[in-house]
């Protein structure tokens, strides 16, 4: 009897290492796919923030022209005062909106506090070159015309980049929302939010038609 007692334990041994196989396996294939989830979220996080890094650097090239426009329309004569200096306010009001530390992409009330900027930028620069086309004068300059051409150029770019930026956004929340990753991502908290997007503004790019 005591020599069978060795045996008839061997099956139970046995058992309970394949279990505990089975179980470490399964252990390693969820952390395999928990890592290959994050590092593809990680991925396209860091295609979502280049993009915007492209849109802020068009957006500043634009902000570094108007200081020479507005000098420019100042030197003519009669030129509408209201306009330069809406342009003006509208440039300093970019310059408010605190994006320090904060990764703008992620957080929804600042990247719509900072589009809303950059759109009455837009607004305001296209009312100023509306205006210009009463003062031939002042389009035939040499230095008007350049500045023309550079923010025209300016805001093809910026367009660009815009729809870059949503292009890159939209792949992020399309994988950051499927299952699993979305069970993944909640584990991140903010690190993997959902990206916000720029909304087209109706009429933005269409300059008001001004009477004289």
């Given at each position: 009897?005591?020599?069978?007692?060795p045996?008839q334990?061997?099956?139970?041994?046995?058992?309970?290492?394949?279990?505990?196989?089975?179980?470490?396996?399964?252990?390693?294939?969820?952390?395999?796919?928990?890592?290959?989830?994050?590092?593809?979220?990680?991925t396209?996080?860091?295609?979502?923030?280049?993009?915007?890094?492209?849109?802020?650097?068009?957006?500043?090239?634009?902000?570094?022209?108007?200081?020479n426009?507005?000098?420019?329309?100042?030197?003519?004569a009669?030129?509408?005062k209201?306009?330069?200096?809406?342009?003006?306010?509208?440039?300093?009001?970019?310059?408010?909106?605190?994006?320090?530390?904060?990764?703008?992409?992620?957080?929804?009330?600042?990247?719509?506090?900072?589009?809303?900027?950059?759109?009455?930028?837009?607004?305001?620069?296209?009312?100023?070159?509306a205006v210009?086309?009463?003062?031939?004068?002042?389009k035939?300059t040499?230095?008007?015309?350049?500045?023309?051409?550079?923010?025209?150029?300016?805001?093809?770019?910026?367009?660009?980049?815009r729809?870059?930026?949503?292009?890159?956004?939209?792949?992020?929340n399309?994988?950051?929302?499927?299952?699993?990753?979305?069970?993944?991502?909640s584990?991140?908290g903010?690190?993997?939010?959902?990206?916000?997007?720029f909304?087209?503004q109706?009429?933005?790019?269409?300059?008001?038609?001004?009477?004289?």
């Open positions: 009897m005591e020599n069978g007692a045996s334990a061997r099956p139970f041994v046995t058992a309970g290492a394949a279990v505990l196989g089975v179980f470490v396996l399964i252990v390693v294939i969820g952390i395999g796919s928990v890592a290959g989830i994050y590092n593809r979220l990680v396209l996080d860091q295609a979502v923030q280049s993009q915007w890094a492209q849109v802020e650097n068009v957006y500043q090239r634009r902000a570094d022209l108007i200081p426009l507005v000098a420019t329309v100042k030197g003519a009669s030129f509408e209201s306009t330069y200096v809406a342009v003006a306010e509208a440039r300093a009001k970019v310059g408010q909106v605190n994006v320090s530390g904060v990764t703008v992409p992620n957080d929804p009330t600042t990247f719509q506090k900072y589009a809303a900027a950059q759109d009455g930028l837009t607004s305001a620069l296209s009312r100023l070159i210009s086309e009463n003062y031939p004068d002042l035939a040499q230095n008007f015309s350049d500045l023309q051409a550079q923010l025209e150029g300016a805001e093809n770019r910026i367009a660009v980049e729809m870059r930026y949503n292009e890159a956004a939209q792949a992020f399309a994988t950051r929302d499927s299952f699993p990753t979305v069970i993944v991502a584990f991140f903010t690190h993997f939010a959902e990206k916000a997007y909304q087209s109706p009429g933005a790019q269409t300059p008001p038609k001004v009477g004289f």
